[in-house]
């Protein structure tokens, strides 16, 4: 067994203390000890050490990407006053790839740009197949969650879910899940099927829930405006020709069964309390994205409210098609600011956003307890990253959170190399 040490100012293992002058000593693809330098067995002692400034942490989860939107970022550099302003745009330079290649290309310069920022684990959703494949091959792992979108009761029946289950039965380098887009974009019905697809296959969900300021009026009374970019079809959908449901967002999806301990909910920004507790009390963790609710003209997720009604949350970059970078560390620093702003007073912050980014991605793919990403312990998988921040004092947490974004020196996955800045181009 070879094994290797790695060491660093501090070692943040997430579900332990901070360990000042700590090593982290890997055998093969697991870690098989932690503590302090002075401490460790002497049977490591002639391992090879890589010894770095600053802060060694678990490796990243990046709870919602996009990879095949990578190459989309000149739409996230614009601004936009509105999801549905946002979505035209998108689905302009979207119709325009004709090439399918191009996905699998812009997915993995996406997995690259997560992984030279210190991500190893991502929740990727996948709308076009050509894309997946991007993690294996970047030597990294997550859910590639396979998306279904713009489906209505009769496209389903007439082939929709015969060419989904073709989707599903293709085998995959990294495990796979199930994406309903949203509740306004796939009838009721279809949604409620593909919970039950899941289900039956064991499989993880992901979707996206409360993006649009609009979109709760749909639910509640049957205004199509969030399906601007739906054209011609929007009064296809069953929401739109019912004249709603009177349901507010939560209810609606926890009608069609989407709200599942096994499922996690993009962005959740326009959710009031009694939404936010429906949730909560379903097991159903949230993931924020505030880099791309910025960029897209929306309000910031109240990640005060989720973090003082105590939930378990994640955080994800969202695609370059509305994000500056896939650099997950940017939207922590961004969600602690907002905290602030939006009253969050308690110490407890950059403890708990360094776990958002970690152990709490990984609990919200359902990757933590059993296969032990997000967290650094014995007998886990060795997938870490390095952040050359200044700790003050003994402040390890704050100094990740504020200052980790653009300073990761090297990301491990499996026991591998797969980032170092010491090595990296310059540019
Ligand atoms: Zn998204």
Aim: charged share 20%.
């Amino acid at each position: 067994m070879k094994s290797k040490v790695f060491s660093a100012d501090w070692v943040l293992p997430v579900a332990a203390q901070p360990i000042r002058n700590g090593v982290v000593v890997v055998a093969d693809e697991r870690i098989v000890w932690l503590g302090t330098a002075d401490e460790m067995p002497a049977e490591w002692a002639e391992s090879p050490v890589e010894r770095r400034s600053g802060v060694l942490m678990p490796g990243l989860v990046n709870a919602h990407t996009h990879l095949q939107y990578t190459h989309f970022d000149e739409v996230g550099r614009g601004s936009f006053t509105s999801f549905e302003d946002w979505s035209d745009a998108f689905g302009l330079v979207y119709d325009e790839v004709t090439d399918p290649s191009a996905w699998r290309d812009a997915a993995l310069d996406g997995a690259r740009q997560g992984i030279a920022t210190g991500t190893t684990v991502f929740a990727e959703i996948v709308t076009n197949d050509e894309a997946r494949g991007s993690l294996s091959e970047c030597r990294v792992t997550g859910i590639e969650y396979l998306e279904a979108i713009g489906e209505f009761g009769n496209s389903w029946r007439d082939g929709g879910r015969d060419t989904f289950l073709a989707r599903l039965a293709a085998s995959g380098a990294v495990p796979f899940g199930v994406s309903p887009h949203a509740p306004y974009s796939l009838d009721g019905a279809v949604i409620s099927d593909l919970m039950q697809i899941a289900a039956e296959r064991d499989l993880r969900v992901h979707s996206h829930v409360g993006e649009s300021a609009v979109e709760a009026d749909l639910y509640r009374s049957g205004v199509n405006t969030v399906l601007t970019a739906y054209g011609d079809l929007r009064d296809e959908f069953e929401l739109v020709r019912k004249g709603g449901v009177g349901h507010t967002t939560a209810e609606y999806a926890d009608s069609i069964g989407l709200l599942v301990p096994t499922a996690h909910l993009a962005h959740a920004i326009y959710l009031d309390r009694a939404e936010r507790d429906l949730l909560r009390s379903r097991g159903t963790q949230v993931a924020l994205c505030p880099r791309s609710n910025k960029v897209i003209g929306l309000d910031a997720p109240p990640v005060a409210a989720y973090l003082t009604e105590g939930h378990e949350i994640a955080v994800g970059t969202d695609s370059l098609a509305s994000s500056p970078s896939m650099d997950l560390m940017a939207d922590v620093a961004l969600l602690a600011v907002l905290a602030r702003e939006q009253g969050y007073t308690d110490d407890d912050l950059y403890r708990r956003l360094v776990r958002a980014a970690t152990l709490g991605g990984a609990l919200a793919m359902g990757v933590a307890d059993s296969l032990g990403y997000g967290s650094l312990t014995v007998g886990g998988p060795a997938d870490l990253a390095v952040f050359d921040v200044d700790v003050h004092g003994d402040d390890v947490e704050r100094a990740v959170v504020e200052q980790a974004a653009g300073r990761c020196t090297l990301t491990v996955s499996a026991g591998r190399v797969v980032h170092d800045s010491s090595l990296a181009p310059v540019g």
